[in-house]
């Protein structure tokens, strides 16, 4: 868990230092992050994958809720399954959320998905296994609210849908909003089967 933090941090970093003036994307975003054009027409497959690792240089939220949420939750689901299983659970789960999302943008075209990226689809399949071993365990959402993790998975999955439905009300999304909503599902999905098989 902390060599995939440190791994996207440093990915970050990097996205940062290779942003240029009066450009909306960094040079190394444009390499890693997820674009459905890139992956079905000119075949960069790496994408699928590297994308979980790549953030919004916009909003330092992006990277740190999902880095918050992985430390959290991903040395619980480590401890429990072994440090290297729970690798290639995390990398596998990023490169189906990829599959997902890149899917969703295909068949369900908008103005707005054009890029994609986060590791929010593999942190979603962290939390469904987690949340599998540990239906009962109470997180404290925002650090405070204890809510049981089975309780709050029904509602992630609800939001997702919603926002997958483009039904989601405002007022949990501001307007103009990018969220992955498919990749999320994605990894959900992954994390679902991953836990039953």
């Known amino acids: 868990v902390a060599g995939l933090i440190m791994t996207t941090v440093a990915v970050y970093a ?24 890139f992956v079905l027409a000119l075949g960069q497959g790496w994408r699928l994958l590297t ?9 330092l939220t992006h990277i740190a809720f999902n880095m918050l949420a992985l430390f959290f939750l991903g040395r619980v689901v480590a401890h429990t399954i072994g440090d290297r ?3 290639w659970m995390y990398l596998c789960a990023a490169f189906f959320a990829g599959i997902i999302q890149v ?9 707005a998905a054009d890029w994609a990226l986060g590791a929010s689809g593999a942190v979603s399949a962290v939390f469904v296994v987690f949340t599998f071993h540990y239906p009962r365990l109470k997180l404290h959402l925002f650090g405070m609210i204890p809510v049981q993790a089975r309780m709050l998975l029904v509602a992630v999955v609800a939001y997702d849908v919603l926002g997958f439905l483009d039904v989601l009300p405002s007022v949990f999304v501001p ?3 990018k969220v992955g909503h498919a990749a999320h599902l994605g990894g959900m999905i992954f994390g679902y089967f991953y836990f039953r098989w």
């Not at 899917?103 to 103005?111: E, K, N, R």
């Open 14 to 37: 990097v996205q940062l230092l290779t942003r240029r003036p009066g450009e909306s994307h960094s040079q190394a975003l444009q390499w890693l992050a997820l674009e459905q054009h």
């Open 103 to 111: 899917t969703s943008m295909v068949l369900l075209p908008t103005a």
């Open 51 to 59: 994308d979980a690792f790549c953030h919004s240089e916009a909003a």
């Open 85 to 87: 299983e729970f690798l």
């Open 175 to 177: 307007a103009g909003s």
